[in-house]
């Protein structure tokens, strides 16, 4: 029941919540580290989509090469 009430929580945060969430953020970590955690989940998220799409080639069975190749 606890992490219901949680998701509601959260569906019901507005801007104003949020600007307040990233001041305190900002004030306890600091701009240079949030900054760094900030561009370590884009790589995260680059590098997931990369490994989906090697996932999708691998699962759909046709590669670069074996696409050259049969032309």
């Known amino acids: 029941m606890y992490s219901l009430s949680v998701l509601s929580l959260l569906k019901n945060i507005g801007p104003s919540e949020l600007i307040i969430i990233g001041l305190v953020l900002v004030v306890l ?34 590669d670069d090469e074996e696409v050259t190749s049969k032309v």
């Open 29 to 62: 970590f600091g701009g240079s580290r949030i900054k760094n955690l900030a561009k370590g989940l884009g790589e995260s998220s680059k590098e997931l989509k990369n490994v989906k799409k090697e996932i999708d080639k691998t699962v759909s069975g046709t």
